[in-house]
């Protein structure tokens, strides 16, 4: 009798439901529960980051992680002048030379109203005209953007787009949203975080869906995935990333050391995605200068000697002396490399790049080879070479932490632009700690 009735009462409608019912509390509560960790984790990464910027970015790129949403972007608006500025973007697409008055967009309506908008698709909306990520050529299918503020005022906007699985965004993905976006806020008013939009930025390299790819046996393998990108005159530019990332080879293509498979490449406006031979030889020779992890000097001259050498094949140089002294090695200008340490060969590698007087210095992975307070003299000079000359630099690192010094920060992921990063408050490369 008893076999009976436990046989019925599992086969029923009504457990079958109640087991139903109870599994998706179950979910609920893992949910809940998951949103809450991670909630935790964002407040720990704010709290113990050293610099605000660290702080505000590193909770964006979890945010992003936990949606798993295309692009997520952190707007912040300059009270000065009244313009929005995108500080950091995590995903494929370059902002960092934007910033927009107040107008018609979705971001400037949720900084304008404090009102949160979800959207499931970009239909028609009176309330405004699109979103500034469209005017950007970023195709949005959904979003949500929050305010993000303190207790009394609007002092941006966070948003988050394009889930990776095409499903919509949920109320528990906005509750989310909102509450980082609160943390966000009322950290960056404590902090004293000012932002300010500044000048459009004059753009010196502009690389567009650049693609590599090099033959692998009966197939090719694809190092560069489509990275579009700017560079611009005057910055400090840090791209980092693991290695194999495409770190070295996106930097030899724009220093025309390599070339590129599909894609555009402007220096300055003139097109070099395909540079003749006479072309090549003229940019590598007259507009860049490289600095290397191993210094390549030449063994048989002296430091001064290894400059003048360079200094003698360009049209306009300045003299071999003043750049030996910009690094600070006058003293030791007429050693030879073997009686220099690894840090003063680094020094002589620099002075070396910018006898030529260069719009750009390339750097790949220029301390890697040296201790901390060596790495910070030659960070040091770079620091200089840019804030004094208003020479651009590129310099390739794996190192977080000298990336604080950047105008700049990119970071690519598999051979794609996985974020970009605006430093508002670049720090002192004296300053850095590691």
Not at 275 to 304: C, H, I, K, W
Not at 371 to 399: A, C, K, P, W
Request: with cysteine; net charge negative; aromatic share 4%.
């Amino acid at each position: 009798m008893l076999h009976h009735f436990c046989g019925m009462l599992f086969c029923s409608p009504l457990l079958t439901a109640v087991l139903q019912h109870s599994r998706r509390v179950t979910r609920s509560m893992e949910k809940r529960k998951r949103n809450t960790d991670l909630l935790i984790r964002l407040l720990q990464e704010i709290l113990e980051a050293d610099e605000i910027e660290h702080a505000l970015s590193g909770s964006m790129e979890l945010l992003a992680k936990a949606l798993r949403c295309e692009i997520g972007v952190q707007w912040l608006l300059d009270r000065r002048t009244g313009r929005i500025v995108p500080q950091f973007t995590n995903g494929p697409i370059d902002l960092s030379n934007m910033s927009a008055e107040p107008g018609a967009d979705i971001e400037s309506h949720v900084i304008g109203t404090g009102e949160q908008i979800v959207l499931e698709e970009m239909v028609p909306d009176e309330r405004f005209t699109g979103s500034l990520l469209e005017d950007c050529g970023c195709k949005v299918e959904n979003m949500i953007c929050v305010p993000l503020g303190n207790l009394t005022e609007v002092a941006g906007c966070l948003q988050m787009v394009n889930k990776k699985d095409s499903t919509p965004f949920t109320e528990e993905n906005v509750r989310l949203c909102t509450r980082v976006a609160a943390v966000i806020g009322l950290t960056a008013e404590e902090k004293g975080l000012e932002v300010h939009a500044g000048d459009i930025k004059e753009v010196l390299i502009s690389a567009r869906d650049i693609v590599k790819e090099y033959p692998s046996g009966d197939s090719v393998l694809r190092v560069l995935k489509g990275i579009s990108l700017d560079i611009y005159k005057g910055e400090l530019l840090v791209i980092l990333g693991e290695s194999g990332c495409g770190k070295s080879t996106l930097v030899n293509i724009i220093a025309g050391m390599d070339s590129l498979t599909d894609g555009t490449l402007l220096i300055e406006g003139e097109d070099y995605s395909h540079p003749t031979d006479d072309q090549l030889t003229a940019y590598r020779r007259e507009y860049v200068g490289f600095v290397f992890q191993s210094y390549n000097l030449m063994p048989n001259l002296t430091a001064l000697e290894n400059v003048q050498f360079i200094a003698d094949i360009v049209p306009e140089p300045m003299s071999a002396e003043e750049a030996i002294a910009k690094v600070g090695l006058t003293d030791r200008a007429n050693n030879y490399p073997s009686a220099l340490s690894g840090g003063q060969q680094q020094r002589v590698s620099i002075a070396r790049a910018i006898v030529k007087q260069p719009k750009i210095v390339f750097a790949d992975e220029p301390t890697a080879a040296l201790d901390y307070q060596t790495s910070i003299e030659v960070l040091q000079v770079f620091e200089d070479i840019v804030r004094s000359r208003g020479t651009t630099v590129v310099m390739i690192t794996h190192n977080p932490e000298i990336a604080k010094m950047a105008d700049r920060v990119i970071r690519l992921r598999s051979g794609v632009v996985g974020s970009v990063k605006l430093n508002i408050q670049p720090a002192r490369a004296a300053d850095l700690v590691w």
